[in-house]
């Protein structure tokens, strides 16, 4: 076996008084492309960020990151070399991916002058020399087919691009060099399922054809399991269990991997909780049903014909046209498309945030007008909507009392300051979380944890419809499998209905009894969740299930 392109023996990093990385060793051969997967903290950014030498100046670091940049010559140790020398490494013989590419571009400078940028900054070129550079660039990565495209995207900047564009910039910036070593961090997790498998495609492609090493980051093992060779499974800043990807997901030996394997939605049935990673290392692994949910003939909510437009200065866009469909009291609606198809501007709509352009609404029978603040209100009174990103949904200054119960006092329904207290304890007993918590502020608890004050939060008025708009997409496999098991029980006891949107088949499969395909605004498919992915009418829908990361459990 050649000799490792990168060794880190005994890596350990803490913060003050907590430990991120404890004794980490892992090595990487050339051409080789390592998974490194665990759940939120389980320090696998942070492993990620040590060896560029990105974590703050408050880390503190011992071990050794030994990276041999050059064949034949000795390896260097990343964490006593000079900042001069670091700085020319990243970026030359180390390139980085980071997981939202929108804080990692300049909004301020155009996407052209940002590669350009990166060629010329490690690069002997000429002006001319780099510009086709970056066109040969810009076509490896998809970006462009032919070189008088490149004008074109050398002029827009990172807010024109869509996500899956921007994550292909990034990729474009990060192999500007040739780098040895490329480290993708998350990469992929903001993006749809097809923008996903894309990306996901191109990185390994690109990988193999210029036999690079790479180091992929993730808590998707799905995702693992398309691009890596080997894998690392950390938990609690240690080393659990690692090597081929076959042998690692398909047959996990400890509890921790075999949990992370095991909660997720594409292996589970439908019937069944999903099983968490605390279940697996308390050793509780026998399935456990539903309970059994009351589900009506009767349609709850009905849409007919609804459109919503967009004006702008001299621009008008429909992002939902012409739409037509119907939600079941006490089941669940899948709604699943890629970005841009209209389902956030559905979900918003029916909430009284967007108004409608053209159609109608219809709810228990009754045709409502969100024009009308009556039957806005009765909108709001009966729908009510969990956000994609708990962090941004929550106000920072306001107490997690004061959140949850804040839908009461706009709609004048608080009572005195006992009553008040009972029902805020009653809704956070309702989703799991100690009653003593009332005081505290959202910055003290984790995702899942401000995913679940949101759900009380949207619960509190008691409506009938909860709208789940890409509820779980920012949350590991295993908090991720944690809110879906609390839906699905709360549904159950309340008699909700749900609609609920995601980008991830896998997940909107194991909550639906029926799916709805919007593609471009419009209707693509209407189908009962089996039939539809058993049976796709549509080449669109077909796509998008086929953009579902492979399967790892045997």
């Not at 959202?442 to 899942?448: C, K, Q, V």
């Amino acid at each position: 076996m050649a000799d490792p392109l990168l060794e880190i023996r005994q890596l350990r990093i803490s913060f003050g008084d907590a430990i991120a990385l404890q004794g980490l060793d892992l090595t990487v051969q050339p051409g080789e492309s390592v998974g490194i997967v665990g759940e939120s903290g389980s320090g696998k950014s942070v492993a990620c960020l040590a060896i560029p030498g990105l974590l703050p100046k408050t880390a503190r670091r011992s071990g050794q990151i030994a990276f041999r940049s050059v064949a034949g010559q000795p390896s260097r140790d990343l964490l006593t070399l000079p900042e001069r020398e670091l700085r020319q490494l990243r970026g030359d013989r180390l390139g980085f991916i980071f997981q939202e590419p929108m804080s990692s571009l300049n909004p301020v400078f155009s996407c052209g002058f940002q590669l350009l940028e990166a060629i010329q900054q490690h690069l002997p070129l000429s002006k001319v020399e780099a510009q086709q550079r970056a066109i040969a660039l810009l076509q490896e990565v998809q970006l462009i087919r032919e070189p008088s495209q490149a004008a074109a995207l050398f002029a827009r900047y990172p807010h024109q691009l869509s996500g899956g564009q921007r994550q292909r910039l990034m990729i474009a910036i990060a192999l500007a060099a040739n780098p040895d070593l490329l480290l993708a961090d998350e990469p992929t997790t903001a993006l749809d399922a097809t923008v996903q498998a894309s990306v996901l495609k191109l990185l390994r492609n690109l990988q193999r054809q210029r036999q690079m090493a790479m180091i992929f980051v993730s808590h998707d093992l799905g995702v693992i399991s398309e691009v890596a060779d080997r894998v690392v499974v950390l938990y609690r800043g240690q080393v659990v269990e690692q090597g081929l990807v076959a042998d690692v997901l398909h047959r996990p030996q400890h509890p921790y991997t075999q949990g992370l394997v095991a909660c997720r939605p594409q292996i589970n049935p439908r019937s069944c909780y999903l099983p968490t990673v605390a279940d697996f290392l308390e050793g509780h692994t026998e399935p456990r049903s539903l309970p059994a949910r009351s589900i009506t003939e009767e349609p709850l909510l009905q849409i007919k014909d609804l459109s919503i437009t967009y004006r702008g200065r001299g621009t008008v866009f429909t992002a939902v046209q012409n739409l037509s469909l119907f939600l079941t009291a006490g089941a669940t609606l899948g709604l699943v498309g890629e970005s841009g198809c209209g389902k956030s501007s559905l979900a918003r709509c029916l909430v009284g945030l967007v108004p409608p352009s053209h159609g109608e609404i219809w709810l228990d029978r009754q045709r409502l007008n969100p024009r009308l603040n009556r039957d806005r209100q009765r909108l709001r009174q009966s729908i009510q909507m969990v956000f994609q990103d708990p962090a941004a949904a929550l106000d920072p200054r306001w107490t997690v009392g004061a959140a949850i119960l804040e839908p009461l006092r706009i709609a004048k329904r608080l009572s005195d300051r006992a009553a008040n207290q009972r029902l805020l304890e009653h809704w956070l007993q309702r989703v799991d979380l100690p009653i003593d918590i009332g005081d505290r502020y959202p910055h003290e608890f984790s995702g899942g944890q401000r995913q679940r004050i949101c759900i009380a939060r949207a619960l509190v008025r008691q409506p009938r419809l909860l709208i789940c708009d890409e509820s779980v997409s920012a949350l590991d496999v295993s908090v991720q499998a944690q809110i879906l098991n609390l839906l699905k029980q709360l549904q159950a006891e309340l008699g909700l209905t749900y609609l609920f949107i995601s980008h991830d088949l896998a997940v909107v499969r194991y909550m639906s009894d029926r799916i709805v395909v919007m593609n471009q605004g419009q209707l693509e498919e209407d189908s009962p969740t089996e039939q539809l992915f058993q049976n796709p009418q549509s080449n669109y829908t077909r796509r998008l299930i086929a953009a579902i990361p492979g399967e790892v459990a045997a």
